[in-house]
């Protein structure tokens, strides 16, 4: 099997890791979710934490239950046209462009502080909820610690670190391409 199992339910979303490496994917995610919960800088402030929270995870079964984020962006652009498209009303609210400058910001600060390189950037680790929130998800490559950075290849981990410096604009460029 190729692909982790995702179960979403109205306020959480059972992940059960099975592929690549599942053992060590479950604990990148696990450890980073707590470092980024336990050590959150709310810088610029935002009125969410923009990260997946654990609510419990099973070491054994590789598995654990998050919070759901919302929508990923390429299903929240789907379902945006949709709704324009039959001219119906959706339950999102506008999403606020400073807001979401700020979120990025918040989010990217979080990496850097903590020495997080995150290397899954795309449109489905970027979720949307109905209140116009943004969330990155995914961190099961994640590399978490400085320690972590020492192990790569000479180089590599300046470039990891450099990386982080430029999601600002990643990040920006992404999003904006989807809620427009």
Same mark, same amino acid.
């Given at each position: 099997m190729n692909k982790n199992l995702i179960h979403i339910y109205p306020t959480?979303?059972?992940?059960?890791?099975? %592929?690549? /490496? =599942?053992?060590? *994917?479950?604990?990148?995610e696990n450890d980073?979710?707590?470092?980024?919960?336990?050590k959150f800088i709310n810088n610029p402030f935002i009125n969410h934490h923009p990260f997946p929270t654990i #609510?419990?995870?099973?070491?054994?079964?590789?598995?654990?239950?998050?919070t759901f984020c919302g929508l990923d962006l390429g299903t929240y652009r789907r379902t945006?046209? %949709?709704?324009?498209?039959?001219?119906? %009303? @959706?339950?999102?609210? =506008?999403?606020?462009?400073?807001?979401?400058i700020d979120t990025i910001n918040c989010i990217v600060n979080n990496l850097k502080n903590l020495f997080i390189a995150y *290397? /899954?950037? *795309?449109?489905?680790?970027?979720?949307i909820n109905s209140n116009g929130q943004l969330h990155l998800i995914d961190f099961e @490559?994640? #590399?978490?610690? =400085?320690? /972590?950075?020492? %192990?790569?290849k000479?180089?590599?981990?300046?470039?990891?670190?450099?990386? #982080?410096?430029?999601?600002? /604009?990643?990040?920006k460029e992404l999003i904006c391409n989807y809620i427009t």
């Open positions: 959480y979303v059972e992940k059960i890791f099975v %592929k690549g /490496d =599942p053992k060590n *994917h479950f604990l990148a980073t979710l707590n470092l980024l919960k336990n #609510i419990s995870s099973n070491k054994e079964n590789l598995s654990m239950k998050m945006r046209r %949709k709704y324009r498209k039959q001219k119906r %009303k @959706t339950n999102f609210e =506008p999403i606020n462009e400073e807001y979401l *290397h /899954d950037i *795309h449109a489905r680790n970027f979720c @490559t994640a #590399i978490r610690k =400085p320690e /972590d950075y020492k %192990k790569r000479p180089g590599q981990a300046a470039y990891c670190l450099e990386r #982080i410096e430029k999601y600002k /604009d990643e990040f």
